[in-house]
């Protein structure tokens, strides 16, 4: 396999792997977050590494890693400083991690994975940082290096970062947003709750009429990987909905089983394929060489859509996603 799809696929699947996974882009309409808290009495929050962070007051200074920030935007409250996946593309347009995030409005400390700028973030004075845990160990884009000065500055709070279901994400970040001071019924989110709820049902609705069978893989350098639904919280959803999502045979409670290609032909029987978006588009000439692949009925269908990993866990980003997926059943064909 040529080394352009080494590097994009490999490097993506490192960090795939290390996810343990989440997954899409925020909404343009999504209501303006206020700018601070609005409470002001005493912080109090257990977070995902068992710590209890208590606070005077309510921080109002938080920076948080850009999948969880954006989140927190949605729900109604304005982080003051982001790092993570912030690094713009060629004309301009943030990852779809970075959901409705406006950097104007966000001080910029890392825009990538493993950047972090520990003076401009101390220049800051903050209160809070928060971040995801998916080792239950650290915090997920805190670099190992730098993380004792970093959390010497302000404490740092851990959201989990694997959930049962995309209810429960979106609601952890609704509760997380809340106590920092956002207004949880606020017009703006409630429609943005309903129309979460009513493009999860048009994915359930549209799996009834297609019988349409899914996967969600994520192809490597040299292997494939494909993800078990159950270990997923958008694939515990969607089967909850009513999706006849494919795992991978006798899977050991992991995001993902790892096939070599030679194997690709076992999930001939996927009517859709659901992959990586922060990197298919970019392998997807070198993966049409793979043969395996490019004879998959799915793909030689154009079947195969994004899988939005890493997505910020709001009601207006998982609309925007299930409202997509549903218009794509409702498009794809039943191939077996």
């Known amino acids: 396999m040529n080394s352009r799809l080494t590097r994009l696929a490999g490097a993506a699947m490192a960090l795939t792997v290390s996810l343990a996974l989440t997954a899409c882009g925020g909404s343009d309409d999504s209501a303006e977050p206020a700018a601070g808290a609005t409470a002001s009495g005493p912080f109090e929050y257990k977070d995902a590494?068992?710590?209890d962070?208590?606070?005077?007051?309510?921080?109002?200074?938080?920076?948080?890693?850009?999948?969880v920030a954006a989140a927190l935007w949605d729900a109604g409250f304005q982080v003051k400083g982001a790092y993570g996946e912030l690094k713009p593309d060629a004309a301009g347009?943030?990852?779809?991690?970075a959901g409705s995030l406006d950097l104007s409005k966000v001080t910029v400390i890392g825009s990538t994975y493993?950047?972090?700028?520990?003076?401009?973030?101390?220049?800051?004075?903050p209160q809070l940082l928060v971040d995801y845990t998916f080792d239950n160990k650290a915090l997920w884009y805190v670099p190992a290096a730098q993380s004792?000065?970093?959390?010497?500055?302000?404490?740092?709070?851990?959201?989990?970062g694997n959930y049962k279901?995309?209810?429960?994400?979106?609601?952890?970040?609704?509760?997380?947003a809340g106590k920092l001071g956002a207004d949880t019924k606020s017009a703006a989110l409630t429609t943005a709750k309903t129309d979460y709820e009513t493009a999860l049902t048009a994915v359930g609705e549209a799996a009834?009429?297609?019988?349409?069978?899914?996967?969600i893989m994520s192809p490597g350098a040299d292997s494939l990987y494909v993800a078990d639904p159950v270990q997923l919280p958008e694939g515990n959803s969607l089967k909850n909905a009513g999706l006849d999502m494919i795992s991978p045979e006798n899977p050991k409670k992991e995001v993902f089983a790892q096939f070599s290609w030679e194997k690709a032909t076992d999930f001939k029987g996927a009517d859709v394929i659901l992959v990586d978006a922060r990197t298919y588009d970019a392998a997807k000439a070198d993966l049409a060489k793979v043969p395996t692949w490019a004879n998959l009925p799915a793909v030689k269908a154009g079947q195969v859509?994004?899988?939005?990993?890493?997505?910020?866990?709001?009601?207006?980003?998982?609309?925007?996603?299930?409202?997509?997926?549903?218009?794509?059943l409702k498009t794809a064909k039943k191939l077996g």
């Open 165 to 176: 279901t995309t209810d429960e994400a979106i609601t952890t970040m609704v509760d997380l």
């Open 53 to 67: 962070i208590k606070l005077d007051k309510t921080p109002t200074t938080v920076v948080a890693q850009s999948s």
């Open 148 to 160: 004792e000065k970093i959390l010497s500055l302000a404490p740092g709070l851990a959201v989990p």
């Open 305 to 328: 859509y994004p899988w939005y990993a890493a997505a910020p866990y709001s009601y207006q980003a998982y609309s925007k996603i299930y409202s997509e997926l549903a218009g794509q």
């Open 208 to 215: 009834k009429t297609s019988g349409l069978k899914v996967a």
């Open 114 to 125: 493993g950047e972090f700028d520990t003076e401009k973030y101390a220049l800051m004075n």
């Open 49 to 51: 590494l068992g710590k």
């Open 93 to 97: 347009k943030l990852s779809y991690q």
